[in-house]
């Protein structure tokens, strides 16, 4: 079983930007893939960011490919999403999701944990 617990969400202005955290508790945690994904109001669930197990794999949506940039600690069961160059798009609340297999998905139908999620709001 995991737990993961996200903070550093918040408002900032466009162009401004946020890390956001996510604590993960439990065994084991490096065998997991570990993903970022966010739910705006009145819209679907959508990925953001993966990470593999390891950490040398990265994947990213198009929307955010080059502003913002996952990454993990597995000696602190720490990863992290460092957000930069916000957009008023880019306000959701913001999930961390683990995933068993090594290889991070895309969906988070794939993932088996998820966390609280943390507001991020982006003002223009």
């Known amino acids: 079983q995991v737990q993961l617990v996200e903070s550093g969400g918040g408002l900032v202005q466009a162009g401004g930007s946020l890390r956001l955290s996510c604590a993960a508790s439990?065994?084991?945690?490096?065998?997991?893939?570990m993903g970022w994904f966010r739910q705006a109001p009145g819209k679907e669930r959508e990925f953001v960011a993966a990470?593999?197990?390891?950490?040398?794999?990265?994947y990213y949506a198009d929307s955010v490919k080059g502003r913002f940039t996952i990454s993990r600690d597995n000696a602190k069961n720490m990863v992290y999403l460092q957000m930069n160059s916000l957009k008023p798009e880019d306000t959701a609340v913001y999930y961390c999701?683990?995933?068993?297999?090594?290889?991070?998905?895309?969906?988070?139908?794939?993932?088996?944990?998820w966390g609280q999620g943390t507001q991020v709001t982006v003002s223009s």
């Open positions: 439990g065994r084991f945690f490096s065998s997991y893939a």
């Open positions: 990470i593999s197990g390891s950490g040398g794999n990265t």
């Open positions: 999701a683990a995933d068993r297999r090594l290889i991070p998905s895309r969906v988070g139908a794939s993932y088996d944990y």
